[in-house]
Each structure stands twice: as structure tokens, then as C-alpha cells.
DNA sequence: GTACATTATTGTATTATACAACTATATCTG
DNA sequence: CAGATATAGTTGTATAATACAATAATGTAC
């Protein structure tokens, strides 16, 4: 009974949420691109492929967002040696410049919006929102 | 320096939740859908353009999802007495069950997300997420 | 070496959204 | 009260992120 109370608002709550985190651009990476190079610069080089894997969504999304990447000099396409049909995309010395700014931005940004919450509060809910994420 | 580790943690998982929380049927409502239902459901029969400024949203965005919902015979669409220019945008019989339907498949959704989850852990995260919702 | 599998790209469609233009009605002001 | 302005709502158009289908190029296995 109770339970059920919390999952109505959370489930609510998550839907409010998707709309309120809409697109919006930090620098210059718009969300889909900032979680592109956020994840070749944290996991290292890869192909669309295994980028499309790690991230769950489809190839030719991942290629579309890559080629964007590309355009804007924030990786590089490397082709792989042993496999003609692969490449390897590697984050840029101006890809990571602007990932900074772009993370900094973001941070601040969420800082300011929990700027009241405790030390605790926010740890806690950076844990919660992890694990959610890992399930999925 | 901790502070800002959580807030690079955040920032980063609020941006991979809002994809995985992509548009998905629950039902026969689509996320914009059911919130715009869940609204005139929770908070009562109102017009498009206080719709629009309680979610957020332009008013052209409420128009549309209020056109589908009407019909889809969810809502019905009531004419002002007093201003000919405004309407009021009830929820139907058939609103109410079709909302209670898609609403109990979201919760058993994120219920099984977060089964292992200890009751005070749920409760704590639809407190932050109520807050930061709130905040926008 | 032919058939099948795999990596990536490109074409097309969908969904949610915003902004701008417009219609019809309401209100205000001189 | 008549013309000007404001307001509620709709419709046209654009954009962004995505998926699925078709295709090209290359690799692998029998």
C-alpha cells in the first residue's frame, strides 16, 4: 500500500522528468552528442557498433551522432588495421576541451537546481540513479 | 571535490536515464499522452493553455496531445459558457480506466526495476526526484 | 570460391517538441 | 460604441533523436 503510493510517484515523477531534461545544448553539444563523447572518453576508442551496444540504442543512430562528432573535430576515425569494414573512433585533444566545458556546464547547472539539498541527499541520489540505470 | 564527483555523477546518469526512459506505450497512452491525462486526472478539468503552462510546455505542443486524447474519447472538450473562445478538457469514463491501466504497467515497470530496492531507498528516491522536478 | 556474416552508412518514418502565423472571440480605451 | 489590442486555441513548419530497412563493402567458413 505504501509502496505502491511510492512507485505511482516515482513513476509519475521519472515521466516529468524525461520532459524537463529535454534537449537543451551546453556549449556545443547537444545531449545525444555530449553522452557519445562522454562514453569514448571514458571507455576508450571503439566502433559504432560497440558503441551502440554499450549505450542500447541502434547502430545508425550511433553512426549519425559519430559522423556529427567527426564533423566538429572531436574524434577521429581511425580505420582498424585487421578488419577493413572497422573503425575505431578516438575522442580529440578539441573533443575532450569541449567535453569539459560541456561537463562543467551540466554540472553547474544540477548543482544549482539541488543546491539545497545535503551532502547526503545528493550522494544518495547519485547512487540511486545509477543502479536504476544499470537495470535497465 | 566529493561534491563534485556526485554532481559529475548525477549530471551523467540524468542524461543516460532520460534515454532510457525513450517513449514507450503503457498501454494505449504514449508517455505525452499519459501525462497530459494524468494531469487533467490529478489536478482537474482545465483548458490547453493552463494545461500547457502547469507541464511546461507551448501551447500548440497541449493542443495536439489534447486533439489525440479527445479523440481517442479520454477527454471530452466542454465549451466555456462565459468565454467563446475557451474550452475545458474533462477526462471520460474511459479516460479514467485507460489511465489507471497504463498507470498500474508503469509502476509494475519500475516496480520490478527496483525490487531489490529497501522500501526506505524507494521512498527517499521519489522524494529527490518530487524536489528536483519541483525546482525546474 | 561461393555463401553467409558483419561493420558501417544511408533512406525513410515517427514522435515530441517549439515557434510563427492565423482565426475567432474578448476586453479596453478614447 | 468602434477600433485597437489582448487572449484561447489551432495549424503550418522546422528540428532533434530515434528505429527499422535496405545497401555497400569487407571478412569468414565450408
Known amino acids: 500500500m505504501m509502496d ?3 512507485l505511482d510517484t516515482i ?11 529535454a534537449n537543451r545544448k551546453h556549449g556545443n553539444l547537444d545531449r545525444s552528442a ?10 576508450g576508442a571503439a566502433g559504432v557498433k560497440a558503441l551502440a551496444e554499450e549505450s ?15 564533423h ?10 585487421t578488419d577493413g569494414r572497422a573503425y575505431s573512433l578516438q575522442i580529440t585533444e578539441q ?3 569541449e567535453l569539459l566545458i560541456s561537463k562543467q556546464a551540466r554540472a553547474d547547472r544540477i548543482g544549482y ?18 543502479r536504476l540505470n544499470r537495470t535497465f
Chains 1, 2 share one sequence.
Open 11 to 21: 513513476e509519475v515523477e521519472l515521466a516529468i522528468l524525461w520532459r524537463r531534461i
Open 56 to 70: 542500447h540504442l541502434d547502430v545508425s543512430t550511433v553512426s549519425r551522432q559519430a559522423a556529427a562528432l567527426e
Open 4 to 6: 505502491n503510493q511510492v
Open 34 to 43: 555530449y553522452l557519445l563523447l562522454h562514453q569514448i572518453d571514458a571507455y
Open 95 to 97: 573533443g575532450k576541451r
Open 113 to 130: 537546481l539541488i543546491r539545497d539539498w545535503t551532502g547526503e541527499e545528493k550522494r544518495i541520489f547519485a547512487e540511486l540513479l545509477t
Open 72 to 81: 566538429k573535430g572531436y574524434v577521429t576515425r581511425i580505420p582498424d588495421p
